[in-house]
C-alpha cells in the first residue's frame, strides 16, 4: 500500500512549486533523506574503500600495490585489501595484539619468532598451483616446515646496502664499505632505516662480527656503540623508503640505507644514484606469505599466496623493483643485460651467499636488540 | 494517589519524576556508558598493566614497581618528558601569542560579517591534520619553499638545514595546527567586555595601552587560560607531528611510547610511561590554573 509520503522526487518538486505538500510530509521526507545518508554506507558495501569479501594482505609499505596481484585480480576482479606495517617486530606485535589477517609478510630472519607465537596456519599446497616453481633452496629456510606443515612461501628476496649519490659523495678512490654511513665528513646528510632488524645487522657487518656470535654480551655492547657513535651523523631516520628516496632527490641526504627498490626507482627519475657492494658484503634477507590461523577467508588466503609466487608477480618484482624472485620462470622474462644492470643473479644461492645472510635470533636478543636501538636513536 | 503508584512500577516512575538527580543522571546515561566503557574500563586497565612487566611475548603480572623506577633512573624518559613539555609550552606561547592580536582585531575592529572572519580564522581546519603536516614539511624542506626562495634570492648559500626534522618544525607545525582553539576562546572572552569600561578607563585618562594593560588584558585572561590549557594538554602527547618533522632531535614521549606498544613490544612500559606522562600534564595544568586564578582575583 502506497503511503501519503512515499513521493517521487519529481512530484516532491512539483507539489512543492504548487503548494500542495504540507510542512509535515516536507518534514518527513527531510527525516528519511538524514536516515539515508546515514544507512549509505552500511547498505552499499561497494561504496567502502575495502571491500569486506577480499583477503587481507598484511605487509611492508611499499609492497601495497596492485601490481603484485594481477592473477588475484583476474580472478576476483580486484586487489586483495592492503594493511602495512613499519617493520616485521612491528607487525608480529599488531598480530599479537589480535589483528587478523589473511596473509602476513615476514622475512626469514623473524620466520621462527612468528611460527613460534602460534599465529599461524599451514598452508594447503593443492591450492598453490605455482609452488612446484619456486626455487628449492628457499623452500627450506629455518622455521619454514614445522610438524610437517609448511608455513611460509617466500617471495622476495634481497639486499639491504646502501644508495649514495655518485655527484655529492667523494669515495677519494676508497672502496664501497659500509662505513660510508659513519663518515663524519657527510654528518647530517645520512640516513637510516629506523627498524633494528635492518639496522642493528648492518652495524654488526660494519663490526666485523659473525652473525652466529652477534647474541654475546661483548658484541652487543660494541654494535651499540657503533651504532651511538652514528648517531649524530643521522639527519633521517624512518620506516618509509619514500622519505629516503625524496630526501636522496633532492640531496638532503648524499648516502641512505636503503633496499634493493630505491636505486632503482631513484635511477629512473634520472637521480645520479649508485647502489653500492659494500666490501664487508650486503645484508641479505628472503621475505614470503604466512597465513593467519584465524584467516577469515582461507581460500582467498592461498590465492593471494598464488599470486605473490606467480611469474607475473616475479616479472615486475625484479623489473620494477630490483628485488629477486621465487619463482625460477620468473628470470626467465627478464633479460641477461637487465639482470646485471640491477645486480641480480638467476640463483638466489649465489647472492645470498656473497652476502651476510640473516639468521633467526633468539626472542631474549631481538627484545634486548629493540629496546637498545630506540635508546641508541633517542640520544642515549 | 492513583492505583498505578502503589505497583513497584508507579512507584519508581514517582520516584524517576521527583528526583532531579536521577532524571540528570538519565538523560546523561548514553555519554555516561560510552565514558566508562571507552575512558574508565581502558583507564583502569592502563593502571593495572603499568604494574605488570614484560616478558618476552608474556605479561607478569605480580605488581612491582620496575617501570616506574626504569621511568625515573633512565636520563631518556626524563629528556624525552622534558623535551615534550618544552615543545609544547613553546607552542602554547606561540599560538596565544600569535592568536591574541588577530582575536582582538575580530573583536574590537571588525563590526560587519563578524561570523565570516570567524569563519576565515578556522579555514586551515577545513583540510585533514595529515595534509597540514606535509604542507609544512614541503615548506620547510631542504628544497622546500622558503629554502628555495631565500636561495633563489641570494641571501643565502646553503639551505638552512634546521628548518626541519627539529624541535624547531614540530613547534611551528603545531603553533599552525592549533591556531583556531587559541583564537576562538579569546575571542569569546573579548568580545564579551563591556564597552562602557573601556569608555570609562579612557574618560578617566587612560591612554590606549594604560586602557589595555587595566581593563581589556585582564578581563580577556579566562580566554587566554583557556586557550592554553586547551593546546598544551593534547600537545604534550602529540604523535604524528613529531613523527614526520622532529627528526632524531625532534622526538617526543609519545613516539616513545608508541614504540613501546610495536617494535619494542613492551606494553607495561607504554602504559607506565603514559600515566606518568597523564599525572605530569594534569600537575602543570592545576600548578598553572591555580596561580592564574590567584593572578586575576589580584587584578580584580
Redesign the interface.
Same mark, same amino acid.
Given at each position: 500500500m502506497k503511503r501519503k509520503t512515499d513521493i517521487s522526487p519529481q512530484e516532491m518538486t512539483d507539489r512543492l512549486q504548487s503548494g500542495t505538500l504540507s510542512r509535515r510530509q516536507f518534514q518527513q521526507m527531510l527525516a528519511g533523506a538524514g536516515i539515508a545518508m546515514v544507512a549509505t554506507p552500511v547498505l552499499s558495501p561497494s561504496a567502502l574503500a575495502a571491500p569486506a569479501d577480499q583477503g587481507t594482505y598484511f605487509t611492508w609499505g611499499g609492497y601495497d600495490i596492485p601490481e603484485l596481484f594481477a592473477p588475484y585480480i583476474e580472478q576476483h576482479g580486484e586487489a586483495p585489501n592492503f594493511a602495512a606495517f +613499519? +617493520?616485521s617486530?612491528?607487525g !608480529?606485535? @599488531?598480530l599479537?595484539g589480535g589483528y587478523v589477517v589473511d596473509v602476513a609478510h615476514p622475512c626469514n630472519a623473524v620466520l621462527p619468532r612468528w611460527v613460534a607465537?602460534g599465529l599461524l596456519q599451514p598452508f594447503d599446497l593443492s591450492q598453490l598451483s605455482n609452488w612446484d616453481d619456486v626455487i628449492p633452496a628457499l623452500k627450506n629456510l629455518e622455521g619454514s616446515v614445522h610438524d610437517g606443515g609448511t608455513y611460509f612461501a617466500p617471495m622476495d628476496w634481497g639486499q639491504t646496502s646502501i644508495t649514495y649519490r655518485e655527484d655529492l659523495f667523494d669515495l677519494q678512490g676508497a672502496e664501497e664499505s659500509w662505513g660510508m654511513l659513519w663518515d663524519e665528513r657527510y654528518a $647530517?646528510q645520512i640516513g637510516v632505516i629506523a627498524?633494528?632488524g635492518d639496522t642493528w645487522w648492518c652495524a654488526t657487518i660494519f663490526a666485523g662480527v659473525d652473525f652466529t656470535e652477534m647474541t654475546t654480551d661483548e658484541n652487543f655492547d660494541k654494535v651499540a656503540a657503533l651504532l651511538r657513535q652514528q *648517531?649524530p651523523l643521522? *639527519? !633521517?631516520?624512518t620506516d618509509d623508503v619514500t622519505t629516503l628516496e625524496q630526501?636522496l632527490a633532492? $640531496?638532503?641526504l648524499v648516502a641512505a640505507m636503503t633496499w634493493n627498490s630505491s636505486p632503482v626507482d631513484l635511477k629512473r627519475q634520472d637521480v645520479p644514484v649508485r647502489w653500492a657492494n659494500p666490501k664487508e658484503g650486503a645484508l641479505t634477507w628472503v621475505c614470503g606469505a604466512v597465513m593467519h590461523k584465524d584467516a577469515p577467508n582461507p581460500e582467498r588466503a592461498h590465492d593471494i599466496i598464488d599470486s605473490l609466487i606467480s611469474v607475473d608477480t616475479g616479472r615486475f618484482l625484479i623489473d620494477e623493483y630490483g628485488y629477486g624472485h621465487s619463482n625460477s620462470k620468473s628470470f626467465d622474462e627478464v633479460s641477461e643485460e637487465r639482470l646485471a644492470e640491477l645486480g641480480l643473479t638467476r640463483n638466489p644461492s649465489e647472492m645470498l651467499d656473497a652476502g651476510k645472510f640473516q639468521i633467526p635470533l633468539d626472542?631474549?636478543f631481538t627484545?634486548r636488540m629493540? $629496546?637498545e636501538f630506540?635508546?641508541i @636513536?633517542? $640520544?642515549? | 494517589m492513583t492505583q498505578t503508584h502503589d505497583t513497584l512500577r508507579g512507584r519508581l516512575y514517582a520516584f524517576f519524576l521527583r528526583s532531579e538527580p536521577v532524571r540528570g543522571f538519565a538523560l546523561l546515561s548514553p555519554t555516561l556508558l560510552i565514558m566508562l566503557a571507552g575512558m574508565c574500563v581502558p583507564f583502569v586497565i592502563l593502571v593495572a598493566m603499568s604494574f605488570w612487566t614484560q616478558h618476552v611475548f608474556e605479561f607478569d603480572t605480580t605488581l612491582s614497581l620496575t617501570n616506574y623506577n626504569e621511568i625515573v633512573d633512565k636520563p631518556m624518559y626524563r629528556v624525552l618528558l622534558t623535551r615534550s613539555l618544552a615543545i609544547s609550552g613553546a607552542c602554547t606561547v606561540a599560538t596565544v601569542l600569535l592568536a591574541y592580536p588577530m582575536a582582538y582585531y575580530v573583536a574590537f575592529h571588525v563590526h560587519r560579517h563578524k561570523m565570516v572572519w570567524i569563519v576565515l580564522m578556522t579555514l586551515p581546519f577545513w583540510s585533514s591534520y595529515l595534509l597540514r603536516v606535509f604542507a609544512w614539511k614541503i615548506i620547510l624542506g631542504y628544497n622546500g619553499a622558503i629554502n628555495a626562495s631565500f636561495m633563489g634570492l641570494g641571501w643565502l648559500e646553503k639551505p638552512l638545514e634546521f628548518l626541519l626534522y627539529s624541535p624547531t618544525a614540530v613547534v611551528i607545525t603545531l603553533t599552525h595546527a592549533w591556531a583556531a582553539f587559541a583564537i576562538l576562546p579569546i575571542y569569546v572572552s573579548l568580545e564579551k567586555i563591556d564597552r562602557s569600561l573601556l569608555e570609562a578607563a579612557t574618560d578617566l585618562g587612560d591612554g590606549p595601552v594604560k586602557r589595555f594593560i587595566g581593563v581589556t588584558l585582564p578581563l580577556s585572561l579566562p580566554g587566554v587560560i583557556a586557550a592554553s590549557l586547551l593546546i598544551f594538554i593534547p600537545t604534550v602527547g602529540d604523535f604524528v607531528t613529531p613523527a614526520l618533522v622532529g627528526g632524531p632531535d625532534g622526538a617526543m614521549i609519545a613516539n616513545l611510547i608508541q614504540v613501546q606498544f610495536a617494535r619494542v613490544n613492551n606494553w607495561p612500559m607504554g602504559a607506565a610511561l603514559s600515566l606518568a606522562m597523564m599525572v605530569i600534564i594534569a600537575a602543570i595544568s592545576l600548578l598553572y590554573i591555580w596561580t592564574a586564578r590567584r593572578f586575576t582575583e589580584y587584578g580584580r
Amino acid at each position: 500500500m502506497k503511503r501519503k509520503t512515499d513521493i517521487s522526487p519529481q512530484e516532491m518538486t512539483d507539489r512543492l512549486q504548487s503548494g500542495t505538500l504540507s510542512r509535515r510530509q516536507f518534514q518527513q521526507m527531510l527525516a528519511g533523506a538524514g536516515i539515508a545518508m546515514v544507512a549509505t554506507p552500511v547498505l552499499s558495501p561497494s561504496a567502502l574503500a575495502a571491500p569486506a569479501d577480499q583477503g587481507t594482505y598484511f605487509t611492508w609499505g611499499g609492497y601495497d600495490i596492485p601490481e603484485l596481484f594481477a592473477p588475484y585480480i583476474e580472478q576476483h576482479g580486484e586487489a586483495p585489501n592492503f594493511a602495512a606495517f +613499519g +617493520g616485521s617486530e612491528e607487525g !608480529l606485535t @599488531k598480530l599479537m595484539g589480535g589483528y587478523v589477517v589473511d596473509v602476513a609478510h615476514p622475512c626469514n630472519a623473524v620466520l621462527p619468532r612468528w611460527v613460534a607465537s602460534g599465529l599461524l596456519q599451514p598452508f594447503d599446497l593443492s591450492q598453490l598451483s605455482n609452488w612446484d616453481d619456486v626455487i628449492p633452496a628457499l623452500k627450506n629456510l629455518e622455521g619454514s616446515v614445522h610438524d610437517g606443515g609448511t608455513y611460509f612461501a617466500p617471495m622476495d628476496w634481497g639486499q639491504t646496502s646502501i644508495t649514495y649519490r655518485e655527484d655529492l659523495f667523494d669515495l677519494q678512490g676508497a672502496e664501497e664499505s659500509w662505513g660510508m654511513l659513519w663518515d663524519e665528513r657527510y654528518a $647530517g646528510q645520512i640516513g637510516v632505516i629506523a627498524s633494528a632488524g635492518d639496522t642493528w645487522w648492518c652495524a654488526t657487518i660494519f663490526a666485523g662480527v659473525d652473525f652466529t656470535e652477534m647474541t654475546t654480551d661483548e658484541n652487543f655492547d660494541k654494535v651499540a656503540a657503533l651504532l651511538r657513535q652514528q *648517531r649524530p651523523l643521522v *639527519r !633521517l631516520y624512518t620506516d618509509d623508503v619514500t622519505t629516503l628516496e625524496q630526501a636522496l632527490a633532492s $640531496g638532503e641526504l648524499v648516502a641512505a640505507m636503503t633496499w634493493n627498490s630505491s636505486p632503482v626507482d631513484l635511477k629512473r627519475q634520472d637521480v645520479p644514484v649508485r647502489w653500492a657492494n659494500p666490501k664487508e658484503g650486503a645484508l641479505t634477507w628472503v621475505c614470503g606469505a604466512v597465513m593467519h590461523k584465524d584467516a577469515p577467508n582461507p581460500e582467498r588466503a592461498h590465492d593471494i599466496i598464488d599470486s605473490l609466487i606467480s611469474v607475473d608477480t616475479g616479472r615486475f618484482l625484479i623489473d620494477e623493483y630490483g628485488y629477486g624472485h621465487s619463482n625460477s620462470k620468473s628470470f626467465d622474462e627478464v633479460s641477461e643485460e637487465r639482470l646485471a644492470e640491477l645486480g641480480l643473479t638467476r640463483n638466489p644461492s649465489e647472492m645470498l651467499d656473497a652476502g651476510k645472510f640473516q639468521i633467526p635470533l633468539d626472542e631474549e636478543f631481538t627484545s634486548r636488540m629493540n $629496546g637498545e636501538f630506540e635508546q641508541i @636513536k633517542a $640520544g642515549f | 494517589m492513583t492505583q498505578t503508584h502503589d505497583t513497584l512500577r508507579g512507584r519508581l516512575y514517582a520516584f524517576f519524576l521527583r528526583s532531579e538527580p536521577v532524571r540528570g543522571f538519565a538523560l546523561l546515561s548514553p555519554t555516561l556508558l560510552i565514558m566508562l566503557a571507552g575512558m574508565c574500563v581502558p583507564f583502569v586497565i592502563l593502571v593495572a598493566m603499568s604494574f605488570w612487566t614484560q616478558h618476552v611475548f608474556e605479561f607478569d603480572t605480580t605488581l612491582s614497581l620496575t617501570n616506574y623506577n626504569e621511568i625515573v633512573d633512565k636520563p631518556m624518559y626524563r629528556v624525552l618528558l622534558t623535551r615534550s613539555l618544552a615543545i609544547s609550552g613553546a607552542c602554547t606561547v606561540a599560538t596565544v601569542l600569535l592568536a591574541y592580536p588577530m582575536a582582538y582585531y575580530v573583536a574590537f575592529h571588525v563590526h560587519r560579517h563578524k561570523m565570516v572572519w570567524i569563519v576565515l580564522m578556522t579555514l586551515p581546519f577545513w583540510s585533514s591534520y595529515l595534509l597540514r603536516v606535509f604542507a609544512w614539511k614541503i615548506i620547510l624542506g631542504y628544497n622546500g619553499a622558503i629554502n628555495a626562495s631565500f636561495m633563489g634570492l641570494g641571501w643565502l648559500e646553503k639551505p638552512l638545514e634546521f628548518l626541519l626534522y627539529s624541535p624547531t618544525a614540530v613547534v611551528i607545525t603545531l603553533t599552525h595546527a592549533w591556531a583556531a582553539f587559541a583564537i576562538l576562546p579569546i575571542y569569546v572572552s573579548l568580545e564579551k567586555i563591556d564597552r562602557s569600561l573601556l569608555e570609562a578607563a579612557t574618560d578617566l585618562g587612560d591612554g590606549p595601552v594604560k586602557r589595555f594593560i587595566g581593563v581589556t588584558l585582564p578581563l580577556s585572561l579566562p580566554g587566554v587560560i583557556a586557550a592554553s590549557l586547551l593546546i598544551f594538554i593534547p600537545t604534550v602527547g602529540d604523535f604524528v607531528t613529531p613523527a614526520l618533522v622532529g627528526g632524531p632531535d625532534g622526538a617526543m614521549i609519545a613516539n616513545l611510547i608508541q614504540v613501546q606498544f610495536a617494535r619494542v613490544n613492551n606494553w607495561p612500559m607504554g602504559a607506565a610511561l603514559s600515566l606518568a606522562m597523564m599525572v605530569i600534564i594534569a600537575a602543570i595544568s592545576l600548578l598553572y590554573i591555580w596561580t592564574a586564578r590567584r593572578f586575576t582575583e589580584y587584578g580584580r
